[in-house]
């Protein structure tokens, strides 16, 4: 059987860290802020932003709760994020994806400060990740470091095979691992022979958005596997992008569904926002 790496358990420990850092910032005098803005009411990304202003308050981060309409234009958007760039008592600033059709997301993401910009998506903190001088890292693929390592495993020297290739997961995973002198094969729609592939893998990533995506047969014995999906099955289930339970012989360690990356995700973000504020105070 599988060990469970467990991010729930790890996310409240470390929640629980960072309540300590508040209180002792400030006093200081440092409070850090947070901004999220959403834009319109789909259900799923209010569940998420609700999730992250409760996970603030908790840790003693102030919040600020923007709400805008579904019919907010690309320039209103823009102008929002300008405000709050040049406000000095907000430490980041997040805009939750995605986005309505008339505004363009990536347009948006180059606006935000890059010493701001807590989801890590900038060009700038992006390009910073891959030259191995990291600013802000991508809150899930940084969740997925922190997990592993909390667990004593280094991928130094290790075979690591991501499936997926997104900006926000399997990219920036890339690098990190990459930078920690693992050797990485990032697989994606095209990739010819991916069972083959992700059997090599003593680490393996699914980040593709699809349930079952990934079975036993895919996996080599006592691999590390961890599951960055969250997908509803046909009964409505919150499941992940590997079958669980048969991988779950297989593997060596697994991460759960839900329980596992998405409560380190949201971690993430909190202690990248204390980051910020305490670097808001120094040249970093
Ligand atoms: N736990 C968390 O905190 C967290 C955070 C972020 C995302 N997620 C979840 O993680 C999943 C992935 O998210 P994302 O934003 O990275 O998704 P995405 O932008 O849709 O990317 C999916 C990736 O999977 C690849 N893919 C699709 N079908 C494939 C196939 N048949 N074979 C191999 N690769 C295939 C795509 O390849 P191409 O590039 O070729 O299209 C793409 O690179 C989703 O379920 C999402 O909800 C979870």
Known sequence: ???????????????????VETKTLKNQGIIPKLAVILVGDDPASRVYVRNKHRMAEKIGIESLDLRLAKDTSEAELLEKIALLNNDPTINGILVQLPLPDQINADRITKTISPKKDVDGFHPYNLGRLFVNDP????????????????????VDRKNVV????????GRPLAALMLNQNATVTVAHS?????????RQADILVAAVGRVNFIQAQDVKPGAIVIDVGINRNAAGKLVGDVEQTEVGQV?????PVPGGVGPMTIAMLMKQTI??????KQEK
């Open 1 to 19: 059987m599988a060990v469970k790496l467990d991010g729930k358990k790890l996310s409240i420990k470390l929640t629980n860290d960072l309540q």
């Open 135 to 154: 600013y802000a890292i991508p809150c899930t693929p940084n969740g997925i470091m922190y997990l592993l390592r909390e667990y004593g495993i280094s």
């Open 162 to 169: 991501i499936v997926g290739r997104s900006k926000i997961v």
């Open 190 to 198: 095209h990739t010819k022979n991916l069972s083959e592939i992700t």
């Open 251 to 255: 593997a060596g360690y697994l991460t």
């Open 275 to 280: 980051e910020f504020a305490k670097w808001s």
